[in-house]
Structures are given as structure tokens and as C-alpha cells.
């Protein structure tokens, strides 16, 4: 079946640990893209990839870092110098937009992460 | 600056009750808006809205656009308890090969039965 999959579900890391979240898709989508979720805060964007080899910034850069080394795959490290990392973070991908009609991006099922 | 305002922010009804979810939206060069569904996980897809006036309908569940007054509403009718979940939307700017979708806070429904 086509899908995204995240992993691990749920994730446990004490301060000052770096620590990278799954993220692979079988769709054949070119774009990918990593939010963070909080209670009250909506889905922010923390890193977006269109093509491999290539990403962007999102709105929360900072303390996090990506690779696009392959299609399918978009790992995110979630590094000590982030300062609150303890969210619901969410995998995307979509096909792109140039040249075509607009495509929704479709979800992995999440990452709950825990600093202790 | 960009934004998605959506309202209102919880909502609790009792089964069989209609409700109506409102979006409003400021989006340079926006393109489309879509709505998704996020139960306990990922968000998933309901709409995706174009055109102003022309209705998509899925179900119990329909949406519309308007795009000169910058808004969109997604209807639910005779609710049922498997609708409470939050709904989102979010809006779509044209941005060459840019596909940052602007997000709402969304709207958080219960419904009792």
C-alpha cells in the first residue's frame, strides 16, 4: 500500500541529546515536508524538501536539521540546541506544483517526542 | 503577513446537528484552500478549493469558496459522534515551486450523542 511512515510513534530523549525522527514514503512524491504541532499552536513549518538534494527553512528552523539524500526519504534531527523539543512532529509529501494542478500533501501518522 | 483565521475555535454539538466551520483567510497570490480532518494522528484530506462558488461535496460534508469576500466554510450535517476530530485549513499561494501551506489553528468539534 501507498503511504508515509513515521517512526517511532513515541520518543523518549533526555536534554542535551540529539535525536532523529523517520520519515520515508512510498508515493513518489517529490515534495516532503516536516511540521511540529502544538496544543493551541496549529501545524508549524519546521524544514521543506522539493527535490533531492535540496530543502528549505521553514518558520522553525532552528535546532533542527534535515537531508534529502534519497526520494523516499527525509530524516529530521531534532538537536540540543532546540529549546523546547517536545511536540507532535508531522511528515508530509506532495507532488509538485509546477506545471500541474495544485496537489494536497498527504500525512505520516506522527512522532511524539518527549525531552525528559 | 500571511494568515488563516479560523472559527470558531471549539464547537460542541449533539448528534443529528448541523454545524458550519468558517475560514478566513489573507494569502498573497493565493491559489487554492483545502481543509483536512485530524482525528488523534495525521491530518487527513477533505477539500481542496479553486474556484469561488462551486460547492464539493463529500458525504455529509461540504465546503465552498469565496474568493472576494477571502473566506471558505466546510458544513457537516446530521453529525455524527465519528466527526469529532479538529478541522483545519489552510491556504495555498502561488510561489513558483513553493508549496508552504499557510495554516489555521483550527476548529475543534465534539459532538455528543
Known amino acids: 500500500d501507498g503511504g508515509i511512515t513515521q517512526s517511532p510513534k513515541y520518543l523518549f530523549r533526555k536534554e542535551g541529546q540529539n535525536v532523529t525522527l523517520s520519515c520515508e514514503q512510498n508515493?513518489?512524491?517529490?515534495?516532503m515536508y516536516w511540521y511540529r504541532q502544538d496544543p493551541g499552536q496549529g501545524l508549524r513549518l519546521i524544514y521543506y524538501?522539493?527535490?533531492?538534494?535540496?530543502?528549505q527553512k521553514g518558520d522553525i528552523a532552528e535546532g533542527y536539521s534535515v537531508s534529502r539524500e534519497k526520494k523516499e526519504s527525509f530524516p529530521l534531527t531534532v538537536t540540543s540546541a532546540q529549546k523546547n523539543p517536545t511536540a507532535f512532529y508531522l511528515c508530509?509529501?506532495?507532488?509538485?506544483?509546477?506545471?500541474?494542478?495544485?496537489?494536497?500533501?498527504?500525512f505520516g501518522p506522527g512522532t511524539r517526542l518527549t525531552v525528559l | 503577513e500571511d494568515k488563516v483565521v479560523q472559527s470558531p475555535l471549539s464547537l460542541v454539538v449533539h448528534e443529528g446537528d448541523t454545524v458550519t466551520l468558517n475560514c478566513s483567510y489573507e494569502v498573497t497570490n493565493f491559489r487554492s484552500l483545502l481543509w483536512y480532518k485530524q482525528e488523534k494522528k495525521a491530518p487527513t484530506f477533505l477539500f481542496m478549493l479553486t474556484s469561488s462558488g462551486i460547492e464539493k461535496k463529500s458525504g455529509r460534508l461540504s465546503s465552498i469558496l469565496d474568493k472576494k469576500e477571502l473566506f471558505s466554510i466546510l458544513n457537516i450535517t446530521a453529525t455524527q459522534t465519528g466527526d469529532s476530530a479538529v478541522y483545519l485549513c489552510a491556504g495555498l499561494p502561488y510561489a513558483g515551486n513553493n508549496r508552504k501551506l499557510i495554516w489555521g489553528l483550527g476548529t475543534s468539534l465534539a459532538v455528543n450523542p
Open positions: 524538501s522539493q527535490i533531492v538534494n535540496d530543502f
Open positions: 508515493l513518489n512524491h517529490d515534495a
Open positions: 508530509a509529501s506532495s507532488t509538485p506544483l509546477a506545471g500541474g494542478s495544485p496537489h494536497e500533501q498527504f
